[in-house]
C-alpha cells in the first residue's frame, strides 16, 4: 500500500525518484507525474486484529511522522469504546503533538529547504546541503538542530519513545506526567520557545529578501485545514475547505469525509490521489499541510504566532497561492507550537493523574483525523461487536497533495524545459520540496535528492535526465 | 585509527530506524567521528555500493528490486547488520504472510469504500515479492541482528561501538520483563480480558491480570517502552532468545506457561485465544522463517479458522 507514501529515490527504481514529464506536440509540457513506488497493504492485513493494537501497529506506516497515525487511531478508538478522554489526556496528547510537529518542520525545514533558501540556489552543488549550512551558517544550523532534537525529546517523554510512541490509548493516555518529567518539559519547551523566536526570523528574513523565489510557484487551488472556530487547531476540529478567492467551499466534520472526498488509483503509482467532491460529483483538487492551514486560519490561537501569521498573510496574501510560501508557513507553525506548548504546560490540569476514561459500549464504526506535520490524515474503522477490525481506510497527508504537487512540476518544467538538465532537476526538486512530500528520503537529505525524470513525446521515450 | 567504513542501504520499511539514528542525539557525533559513511540513500546521492567493512540494511525484503540490492550490499561489505525488525523478522507488513498478494492490493485499489477507480496501478511499479515479505536472512546471510522497531538508542550506540571497538556488545538478552518493575503475583483471575475491560492494576504483572503481555517472551531492544507506562508490550522487537533457539518454544507457549502458573486460566485457553487472535500477536514477526520452520507453529490455518475476512 502507498499509503506511506515512501517514495524512495534511492532503493525503489535504480535509486532514483521518478517523475516522468509528457511532452505535446506542441513542444509545450503537457502533464507531468510523480510516481509512488512503494506498497505494504496494512489495510487489508489489519483485518482481524485486535483494535487497541492500532495506535501502535499504525505508527509504523510512517516513521517520519509515526505520532499522527498514533493519535488519530487513539482518537479513533476514544469513539469505538465511547470513552471521551479527560483534560489531562488530551493536552498530553496535544503535547505529543506539538513536540513532533517541532521535530519534523525543523528538520524539513533546515536539512532540507535551508540550503536553497539561505545558501542561494547559485551555490556550488557540493556545498548546497545541510554540511554547507553548518559551515556557512553554523549558529543558525546548530539551533535548529538542537530545535528538532528538542521536539523529538518531548515526544519520548510524552509518548514513551520519539519513533513510534505508544501511550495514547482508547479513553486517553496510558501514562501521566511526573512531577520530574514536568519540569523537564517545561525547560525544554521554554527553550524550543526562544530558539523558534530566532529561526522563524532568519527564514522570514531569507525568503522576504528574494521575491523572485517566494513568488516562483503560484497555483490557485483549493486549500483544506481544520479548524475550531476561526483557529488554527491541529489536534482536532472541522475540516474547512477555502477557495482560491478567499470563500469558504465547504466545512465538514471528518466524520463525514466520504461525502466530500474521493481517492483515485493512478496506472503508474501506488500512490492513490483525493480529491474534493461537490454534490454533483464534480471533483477539484486541493491541498493539505503548512500553506493550507495558515490559508484556512484567521488566528493561531497563540500571541506571537498569531502575529507571524499577519504578517505572513501580508507579505503572501490570503489566501497566498505562493507554494514557496510553504516553508515560512512551517516556521510559523513552529511557533505557535512552541507557544502552544509553553501554555499547555503551564496549565495545572496537565499533572493531573486521571488521564484515561474507562470504555464504555462498543461503536462499530469510528472516523477521526489529526493534522500530521504534512496535513489531514484519517483513520477509518469498521470492527465487529468483539473490536476487531472488520476493515480499514486510511488517507495519509501527502495523498491529498499528490494532484497539486503535479501541477507545481508542471510549472517548473514548463519554465526550465530547453535549458539545462541541471537547472530542470534543481527547478523540479525544488518544487517537490515546497510540499515537504512525506518521501522520507527527500525530507532528510544531505546530499541532492537523487532524482530521474524522464522527457515522453507522443507516447515515445525522448530522454532521461538523472542524477 | 583509520575510520570504519560503513554503507547503508534502505529497503521496505517506513525510516522509523533511520531517524532512530539520529535520536542518539548528541551521541551522533561520538559515532560520527569514528565511522566514514560510503553510502546513506536518504542523505546522499551514491548510486552503486563502494565497499565497506560494516553493511547496515533497515527493512525487509517486499519487492525483486529488494532483494537485488540486498545481495549487492553483500557483495560488498564484510559485514552486514540487519538493523530493525523488518530486516530481521519481516516487521508489520510481514502480516501480508496471511494474505495473497492480490488481496493486499485489491483492498487498497480494487475493492476501497472511498476509491472510484477500480484497477491496480501496474505501469512501471516495482513487481512484489510472491512470498510477500521476507526477512533480510532469506536471500543473503547476515552476520548481525539489531531488532527493534525500531532499536532504543541503548542499543544502538552499544551494537555500533561494538562493531567499532572490534568487541562483543555489552548488553544482554533480556526479554522485555527485564525493564518492568510490575510486580508477579499469583490471583484468583479466571478469564482472560483485554486491556479495555474492566480497570487496570497499575503496578501488578498484566499477566496476573488476566492481560495477554507479550513482554515474557519478547527480546528487550526497547528499554520495557510499554510495560513502563501502563501499556501491555506487543512484541515489537520480535521473540525472547529462548523461543529463536529452542524449536519447541513459541509465543504463546512461553506466555501461556507463564500466565497460567499466576491465574486460574487454563494453559491450553491462553494458548488457545494466542492462535485465534495470532494477527493480533505475531503482527511484527509473522514473515519470519524463524516461526514457519517451528513444528508448533501454524499461523497460516489458525487466521483462516477465523474466516476469510481475517
New interface residues.
Given amino acids: 500500500m502507498s499509503r506511506t507514501l515512501t517514495i524512495d529515490p534511492v532503493t525503489r527504481i535504480e535509486g532514483h525518484a521518478k517523475v516522468h514529464i509528457d511532452i505535446g506536440d506542441d513542444g509545450k509540457v503537457a502533464s507531468a507525474t510523480l510516481h509512488v513506488l512503494e506498497f505494504r497493504g496494512f489495510e487489508r492485513f489489519v483485518q482481524g486484529m485486535q483494535a487497541e493494537l492500532m495506535p501502535t501497529l499504525t505508527t509504523r506506516i510512517c516513521g517520519t511522522c509515526p505520532h499522527a497515525h498514533h493519535l488519530v487511531s487513539a482518537k479513533a478508538l476514544d469513539i469505538m469504546f465511547s470513552a471521551p478522554p479527560p483534560p489531562a489526556a488530551l493536552l498530553l496528547r496535544q503535547l505529543l503533538n506539538c513536540g513532533s510537529m517541532i521535530h519534523s518542520h525543523a528538520i524539513h525545514f533546515f536539512a532540507l529547504a535551508g540550503p536553497d533558501i539561505f545558501l542561494g540556489e547559485k551555490s556550488p552543488v557540493g556545498k548546497r546541503n545541510l554540511m554547507g549550512l553548518l559551515e556557512a551558517a553554523p549558529d543558525l544550523a546548530k539551533k535548529a538542530l538542537r530545535l528538532r532534537s528538542i521536539g523529538q525529546t518531548m515526544v519520548e517523554i510524552v509518548g514513551g519513545r520519539g519513533t513510534h510512541p505508544v501511550t495514547a490509548v482508547a479513553g486517553g493516555m496510558s501514562c501521566g506526567l511526573t512531577k520530574e518529567s514536568h519540569a523537564t518539559l517545561n525547560a525544554l519547551a521554554a527553550e524550543a520557545l526562544e530558539l523558534a523566536k530566532v529561526v522563524l526570523d532568519a527564514g522570514k528574513k531569507a525568503l522576504a529578501k528574494d521575491p523572485e523565489m517566494l513568488g516562483r510557484l503560484p497555483l490557485k487551488v483549493n486549500d483544506m485545514g481544520t479548524l475550531k472556530g476561526n483557529a488554527l487547531d491541529l489536534y482536532d476540529g472541522r475540516l474547512r475547505v477555502r477557495k482560491p478567492d478567499g470563500s469558504v467551499a465547504v466545512d465538514f466534520a471528518a466524520a463525514d469525509y466520504a461525502d466530500h472526498l474521493v481517492e483515485e488509483a493512478l496506472p503508474y503509482s501506488y500512490g492513490k490521489q483525493v480529491l474534493l467532491k461537490d454534490t454533483s460529483g464534480a471533483t477539484q483538487p486541493y491541498r493539505v499541510g503548512p500553506l493550507a492551514r495558515l490559508n484556512c486560519a484567521e488566528v493561531t490561537g497563540t500571541k506571537l504566532a498569531d502575529a507571524a501569521l499577519a504578517e505572513w498573510k501580508a507579505t503572501c496574501g490570503d489566501p497566498s497561492p505562493l507554494v514557496v510560501a510553504g516553508h515560512w508557513a512551517r516556521l510559523v507553525e513552529i511557533l505557535h507550537c512552541a507557544e502552544k506548548a509553553v501554555s499547555m504546560l503551564d496549565d495545572e490540569t496537565i499533572l493531573s493523574a486521571d488521564v484515561r476514561t474507562p470504555p464504555g459500549a462498543i461503536q462499530r464504526h469510528a472516523v477521526a483525523h489529526v493534522e500530521a506535520p504534512r496535513g489531514v490524515l484519517i483513520h477509518d474503522y469498521h470492527v465487529d461487536d468483539k473490536a476487531i477490525i472488520e476493515s480499514a481506510n486510511f488517507v495519509v497527508a501527502t495523498q491529498h497533495n499528490i494532484s497539486s504537487i503535479n501541477t507545481t512540476i508542471k510549472d517548473a518544467a514548463s519554465r526550465l524545459l530547453g535549458g539545462s538538465d541541471s537547472d530542470l532537476l534543481d527547478g523540479v526538486e525544488f518544487a517537490i520540496r515546497c510540499y515537504d512530500p512525506c518521501l522520507s528520503c527527500s525530507t532528510h537529505r544531505v546530499g541532492q535528492m537523487p532524482l530521474e525524470v524522464s522527457l515522453w513525446q507522443g507516447g515515445q521515450h525522448i530522454r532521461s535526465a538523472r542524477r | 585509527m583509520a575510520k570504519v567504513t560503513v554503507s547503508f ?12 539514528i ?2 542518539l ?2 551521541r551522533l557525533l561520538a559515532v560520527l567521528e569514528q565511522i566514514d559513511i560510503v553510502r ?6 551514491v ?1 552503486d555500493y563502494p565497499k565497506a567493512k560494516l553493511g547496515i540494511i533497515t527493512g525487509a525484503l ?2 525483486h ?2 532483494v537485488e ?1 540486498a545481495k549487492k550490499m553483500r557483495a560488498s561489505c564484510d559485514a552486514i547488520l540487519a538493523y530493525g525488525t523488518c530486516g530481521v523478522y519481516g ?3 510481514g ?2 504472510y ?2 495473497a ?1 492480490s ?7 480494487v475493492n ?6 477500480h ?8 513487481k ?1 515479492l510472491a512470498e510477500g515479505v521476507l526477512a533480510l536472512d532469506a536471500a543473503i546471510s547476515v552476520d548481525l541482528y539489531l531488532p527493534g ?2 532499536p ?1 538508542a541503548y542499543y544502538v550506540f552499544e551494537a555500533l561501538r561494538s562493531v567499532l571497538d572490534g568487541k562483543p556488545p555489552q548488553f544482554g538478552e533480556h526479554n522485555v520483563c527485564y525493564h518492568c518493575d510490575r510486580h508477579m503475583k499469583h490471583t484468583e483471575v479466571a478469564a482472560l480480558r ?4 474492566g ?1 487496570l492494576e497499575k503496578d501488578a504483572c498484566f499477566l496476573s491480570q488476566g492481560i495477554l503481555c507479550m513482554g515474557s517472551a519478547t527480546l528487550d531492544r ?1 528499554r520495557g ?2 510495560p ?4 501491555p508490550c ?1 512484541g ?1 522487537a520480535g521473540p525472547s532468545e529462548a523461543i529463536v533457539l529452542e524449536p519447541n518454544r513459541d509465543i504463546r507457549t512461553e506466555v501461556a506457561t507463564r500466565m497460567s502458573m499466576m491465574t486460574k486460566i487454563p494453559k491450553a485457553t491462553i494458548t488457545s485465544e494466542i492462535e485465534k ?1 495470532a ?2 500477536y505475531y ?1 511484527y514477526a509473522m514473515a519470519s522463517p524463524v516461526f514457519r520452520e517451528k513444528p508448533t507453529f501454524l499461523l497460516r490455518r489458525w ?1 483462516s479458522q ?1 474466516g476469510a ?2
Fill in positions: 542501504e534502505w529497503l521496505s520499511g517506513c525510516s522509523g530506524c533511520e531517524l532512530s539520529v535520536d542525539h548528541e546513506l540513500p536518504i542523505l546522499m546521492d548510486k517486499r519487492t528490486h529488494d540490492c516487521g508489520p507488513q502480516s501480508g496471511a494474505h498478494q488481496e493486499l492490493a485489491e483492498t487498497a485499489f476501497n469504500p472511498t476509491t472510484s477507480t484497477f491496480v496501478p501496474d505501469q512501471g511499479v516495482p512484489l522497531c525500531p532504543h483485554r486491556v479495555h475491560q480497570s526497547c517502552a510499554c513502563t507506562r501502563g501499556m506487543s515489537c487472535q494477527k493480533t503482527a487466521i477465523q475476512a481475517r
